[in-house]
């Protein structure tokens, strides 16, 4: 019963369509309260997104405790500008969160996130790991936000944010009004799709291919205090054309750093 409960209320918060029992005929993806988790089913579409293992955000999997976790070497810490352990930690607004997975392990490592996600559902399923994983490490909990919104209009309001008169910002973000680091993670160029995971083909389905990730980065230069970080494949162009301030390799991944344009 109390389950049933919390898919209804669901539902509701989400203005979708409230099923007792699923049904694949007439319906794409099915958002599914289970004892476990929240899991998304897609029963429509693309076939090759169809059956197979339900989608779910899953942040207990991530390495978050052993040396190599726990490291200031990764590229993604370098990239926000955490050097010693004795620097403090940024503040960071993921402009992208997706599955959240960059977002909680900077919340790991000592930052404030806010993550922003603008698909109601995958924020929802976000928001469903976030807390999941947070009874494992309350501290990390603590220290992540998520809000479901449009990033650019979100940066944009908060671009031009004055102090009681705009009331209408979402409580969580009150404490990302200057936030040092905006994070951006668009899908990457359109490459050797078959080799996505299934959870991203699923996520690229869902949201696009972040055609205005460019527009995005703009804004985000105008909020960040101190930077803006952007995640690339190694072998793709830098977003919009923009030469980085500098860059951190991983194996397949880099992270370009820009000089925030900020002038507050």
Not at 169 to 187: G, K, Q, R, S, W
Request: glycine share 6%; with cysteine.
């Amino acid at each position: 019963m109390a389950l049933f409960k919390t898919a209804a209320q669901l539902a509701a918060d989400l203005n979708l369509p409230f099923l007792e029992k699923p049904q694949k005929q007439g319906q794409q993806v099915l958002l599914v309260a289970t004892p476990e988790r929240l899991e998304m089913r897609i029963v429509g579409g693309p076939a090759a997104l169809r059956g197979g293992r339900p989608i779910a955000a899953d942040l207990s999997k991530l390495d978050t405790s052993s040396s190599f976790g726990r490291s200031l070497k990764q590229p993604i810490v370098k990239a926000v500008g955490i050097r010693r352990k004795s620097d403090p930690r940024p503040t960071v607004i993921d402009a992208t969160a997706g599955y959240g997975e960059d977002a909680w392990l900077l919340a790991a490592m000592g930052c404030h996130v806010l993550a922003v996600e603008r698909n109601k559902v995958v924020a929802t399923l976000l928001r469903d790991a976030v807390l999941r994983a947070g009874t494992r490490h309350p501290d990390f909990l603590a220290r992540m936000r998520v809000v479901q919104a449009n990033s650019i209009s979100l940066l944009g309001r908060i671009r031009s944010h004055i102090p009681g008169r705009d009331k209408d910002l979402p409580p969580d973000v009150e404490d990302f009004l200057h936030a040092d680091v905006v994070f951006v993670d668009p899908m990457f160029p359109p490459g050797r799709k078959a080799a996505e995971r299934k959870p991203l083909k699923v996520l690229r389905w869902l949201v696009g291919d972040d055609q205005d990730a460019e527009q995005l980065l703009e804004v985000a230069l105008r909020v960040a205090r101190h930077r803006v970080v952007v995640k690339r494949p190694n072998k793709a162009n830098p977003l919009g054309g923009h030469k980085p301030t500098t860059t951190h390799k991983g194996k397949a991944l880099r992270y370009d750093v820009y000089a925030s344009t900020n002038d507050d």
